[in-house]
């Protein structure tokens, strides 16, 4: 696998991305502005063709902004994002808009993603309306073949939103996405609302869908375990920071920065007898607001030295594929 | 798959028709339920009733006046008596319900227009929100009587002009509710998800978002609607309302104040319409609002766990 | 290492009044506490778990719209037969919880300190002083570091994880013999899960309380829990050790949850195991097992009668509400030894 990708060039091409959300002072815009919260600091993903690029991340970490600002749901402040030779933040109007059918996305939450007052149908059929693809008849039975790709019956067409399951809704949520036949999903925890016999039912529907398809996921999670199912490469976040990236099996064999081999050790493990020494990180998340400086993960790590205050760490690559940042491997 | 198409293309109507014709059984069984609002639903469709075909049935003409028969009691020739002119009460209370029932419609109708527009506008816009909600605010601090006593008296009094100056009070208060719904609806995934399939604002305010604000609207509209009533009755008893001769209630009841202690007949009765309109609209809407919002479920509540939905 | 039974529970049912009937919540549970001990009580949502924990407490309005029927006998004496009074005294004091959000648990408008003082002045007869005294040793017992200035401070200038460490110190205030813990962790972070497992652990040895931890994650069960109770529908479908429980599960539904979780180990090109459907709603409960509808193994038996709770004779302290456990359990154990 890892052999195929290396020949190919990226489909998604992200560099430097970076979003700050400006903190206004108490009288809104007329205060100032007082500083940036950093959600997005600098990072950078290469997605191939037919391949997952887990993005895994505690809460806050920035993870799914960087989805967002992909879709330019929210408008990056920095950086290029390139997709078959073209940069997204330059499109604007009718190139932006074919874009979108080419990149699509399926939110967390599958109670607030499907309109209340629409029949499912008319929510499935809207992409393409607005793509205008299609006439009226063609639509509705492309909408019908999504429905029955997602496990759903076609006489839920005519059916309310409130009247399905949340692990349901979830499979509209990802028809939506598939309507207008995308490249690139991008999946902000999509199965993290979901309970756990469920939660494997999705699982299992994006990765046949991935095959058969041909698609792209960009995965956002913080579910360690399922992002070690679906994905093929693993991007590890810390405060709007890429602190390591691996290919999953090497990932797991070894975890390189301090800050990996804390949040893989708290997973709690479903096995009561494979008792592991768990490492307790101390303290809580820094504010994105001021971040600290040199490396972001200097004041909780266990490893912490005086260059880690000072200097931020560089990009390494460890292994084959397996790059990380800390001042450790120096 | 050519087999399938076609099947799923008949199912499909079959489908439509039992699921619609299941749905409406359900609202119907809901609607019944709430007995308050059926009884309000009742009487002001009667009360409609007698606005539209009311004017065929009554005998006499509302201006027609018969100076002899000036003040006299309900009687068998004048079922609710008539006024100091001698014009026949029954025939002004029916007449003027037009005008009354009338006046409250088109507010209604109009204020939910320029309200809508401006509350989905405003919401979606921030400096137009700012602009737009601080006109609101200059119109909301004048008490609504007094606005419309204002604005009646640079208009002049005629029907028309009452209908304007309530639209201008009442407008502010629908876009208030629409922009405070369409504010969180605009925050649902489903909104951002529109976007991120490259959805128009335009598409996405009248398509998407403007669906969730129509049953809060139509509440609201209902107690304009009374309100409006109210109101108008309340300045043509100030005599800035309907101009003089035609009649409305709100005028039959300022001419009967001076003869209140004479002929109380001319004030109980076009009293007695006002307040059947209002409560019974009032009834209507706190019903209809009752039945659009699932949290308001007559006290009673199913619980499951903590994640059901 | 017998140890007193706290709690007992027997055939507990809670039913809530809604426009069409009553719906049951909990439909006829039965289970035990012990002194110490940790009892994980998991399940998908709507399964009725947060409901049952709920009902210890009996925190549902019972003039209006609830009510309970069975058993619940705390130290010997029936919680549900206590007059309201009573109850409010054992609330908080005997018996605490702890709920799942801590940001919307914990009042905005007043300290931590006035929160934890109110807990201990509520149920202890001490001065203002001693309380305050207390309050700094519990933040201190929960792992919150300078607890003598954190104590001025309003929940909003904390950390989630924090506030479920501020929540556990009001929990623990009067030093309750029961600590009901519902999904304290689902909103956390999974470093700042292992924190807060961490203290919960450490404070079940230390102060040797019983827990009801109620979870949908076996992880987290499995890394606490003693025994552990599985719900489905409003009912408990298997009961065992955690061991037990994790290595030979009896229950379809069990296994089915537990070979549907993504490992951290092992081969992850092969498909995950689904329990297929989903939850039937309250409302429309299928006769016979209610677990059938989506059961691999269900037969004609199990869609007509619903099977009991009852001991599994295989294993000490295991029960299951299954008709074939026995057979299921045996044609695993052959389908082991041929892929072995």
């Known amino acids: 696998m890892s052999q195929q990708i290396e020949e190919r060039s990226p489909l998604l091409h992200i560099e430097g991305l970076k979003k700050y959300f400006p903190v206004r002072g108490v009288f809104g815009g007329l205060g100032g502005v007082k500083g940036y919260v950093k959600a997005v600091n600098d990072i950078s993903i290469d997605l191939y063709e037919g391949e997952t690029y887990g993005l895994v991340g505690e809460s806050g970490c920035g993870k799914s902004t960087a989805g967002r600002s992909i879709l330019r749901l929210t408008e990056p402040t920095e950086g290029s994002i390139t997709y078959n030779g073209q940069d997204i933040l330059q499109l604007s109007g009718k190139d932006l808009q074919e874009l979108r059918r080419d990149l699509q996305m399926v939110f967390q939450d599958p109670y607030s993603s499907l309109n209340p007052r629409k029949r499912i149908g008319k929510i499935l059929e809207e992409p393409l309306i607005i793509q205008s693809i299609g006439d009226k008849k063609e639509r509705i039975d492309r909408v019908m073949e999504i429905m029955e790709k997602v496990g759903m019956r076609p006489d839920h067409y005519y059916r309310f939103p409130h009247e399905f399951s949340g692990g349901q809704r979830q499979r509209f949520g990802l028809a939506r996405a598939l309507v207008v036949n995308p490249k690139v999903i991008i999946c902000d925890e999509p199965v993290s609302a979901l309970d756990v016999s469920i939660q494997s039912q999705i699982i299992n529907l994006l990765q046949s869908l991935q095959e058969e398809l041909n698609l792209s996921y960009l995965f956002i999670a913080h579910d360690i375990s399922v992002v070690r199912h679906i994905s093929d490469r693993i991007g590890v976040m810390y405060l709007g920071k890429i602190v390591e990236e691996a290919p999953t099996d090497s990932l797991f064999k070894e975890q390189l920065h301090p800050y990996t081999q804390a949040l893989f050790s708290a997973v709690p493990l479903p096995d009561p007898k494979q008792k592991k020494e768990r490492i307790i990180l101390k303290g809580d998340l820094p504010s994105p607001l001021n971040p600290p400086s040199g490396c972001v993960f200097h004041t909780r790590c266990p490893f912490a030295m005086d260059i880690c205050s000072q200097a931020e760490p560089e990009k390494k690559e460890m292994g084959k594929d397996h790059f990380v940042a800390c001042h450790l491997y120096n | 798959m050519q087999t399938l198409k076609t099947d799923t293309n008949v199912d499909l109507s079959e489908i439509k028709s039992t699921l619609k014709s299941e749905q409406r059984k359900i609202l119907t069984k809901k609607i019944m339920k709430n007995k308050l609002m059926v009884a309000g639903g009742i009487i002001f469709i009667l009360l409609c009733l007698l606005a539209l075909f009311g004017p065929m049935l009554v005998k006499y003409d509302p201006h027609e006046m018969t100076v002899s028969d000036r003040l006299t009691a309900p009687s068998g020739d004048h079922l609710l008596g008539t006024d100091n002119f001698g014009r026949d009460l029954l025939s002004r209370i029916v007449y003027g319900s037009r005008a009354t029932l009338g006046v409250g419609f088109s507010v209604a109708i109009l204020s939910s227009l320029f309200g809508l527009i401006i509350g989905l506008y405003s919401s979606y816009y921030k400096t137009l929100d700012h602009i737009l909600m601080r006109i609101s605010d200059g119109l909301m601090a004048i008490p609504g009587v007094l606005l419309a006593i204002a604005l009646m008296a640079a208009l002049g009094p005629s029907t028309r002009n009452v209908i304007i100056a309530l639209s201008i009070v009442f407008t502010p208060y629908i876009a208030r509710v629409v922009r405070s719904v369409a504010l969180s609806v605009r925050e649902q995934t489903y909104i951002e998800a529109m976007r991120a399939q490259g959805a128009s604002s335009f598409r996405i305010i009248w398509l998407h978002i403007m669906p969730n604000t129509i049953s809060p609207l139509i509440v609201q509209a209902t107690f304009i609607f009374s309100d409006a009533m109210i109101t108008e009755a309340a300045l043509s008893f100030l005599g800035v309302g309907v101009p003089a001769p035609d009649p409305s209630w709100g005028n039959i009841l300022y001419d009967g104040k001076l003869v209140i202690f004479n002929a109380w007949w001319m004030t109980v009765f076009p009293g007695i319409m006002i307040i059947l309109a209002v409560m019974s609209l009032n009834l209507f809407g706190d019903g209809l609002r009752d039945l659009i919002d699932p949290r308001v479920k007559s006290g009673k509540k199913i619980k499951g766990d903590k994640h059901a939905k | 290492m017998q140890n007193e039974t706290l709690l007992e529970v027997s055939n507990l049912k809670t039913h809530f009044g809604s426009d069409t009937g009553f719906v049951t919540a909990v439909d006829g549970i039965s289970f035990h506490v012990e002194e110490g001990e940790i009892l994980g009580v998991v399940g998908e949502s709507g399964c009725g778990k947060s409901v049952t924990a709920e009902s210890i407490l009996r ?232 677990f059938a509808s989506r059961c691999p193994f269900a037969d004609e038996l199990c869609l007509k009668e619903m099977p009991e709770l009852r001991p599994f004779k295989d294993e000490e302290g295991s029960k299951v509400r299954c008709w074939h456990a026995e057979k299921i359990l045996n044609e695993r154990k052959k389908e082991h030894v041929s892929t072995d």
């Open chain 3, 59 to 290: 925190l549902h309005d019972e003039k209006f719209n609830t009510m309970y029927e069975g058993e619940i006998k705390y130290k010997g004496e029936n919680l549900l037969k206590l007059p309201l009074s009573k109850m409010e005294n054992i609330r908080g004091n005997e018996i605490s919880m702890i709920f799942q959000d801590p940001m919307s648990s914990l009042n905005p408008v007043y300290t931590i300190g006035n929160q934890i003082t109110e807990a201990l002045l509520l149920h202890q007869d001490i001065s203002k002083k001693e309380a305050h005294n207390k309050a700094i040793e519990l933040l201190e017992l929960v792992g919150i570091p300078s607890p003598e200035k954190r104590i001025t401070e309003y929940p909003h200038e904390l950390s989630g994880g924090m506030q479920q460490r501020v929540m556990i110190a009001i929990g623990l205030a009067c030093q309750p013999s029961l600590l009901i813990a519902d999904e304290p962790t689902t909103a956390l972070d999974v470093t700042i899960q292992a924190q807060i497992l961490d203290i919960m652990l450490r404070l079940n040895k230390e102060l040797k309380m019983g827990v009801i931890f109620i979870t949908h994650d076996l992880g987290v069960v499995a890394e606490i829990c003693d025994r552990v109770a599985v719900m489905y529908l409003g009912q408990i479908v298997e009961e065992a050790r955690t061991i037990d429980l994790f290595e030979q599960p009896l229950h379809p539904y069990t296994s089915g949850l537990l070979e549907s979780i993504p490992k951290m180990d092992g081969d992850r090109s092969k498909k995950l195991n689904v329990v297929k459907g989903s939850v039937p709603s309250l409302d429309s409960i299928p006769q016979g097992c209610r």
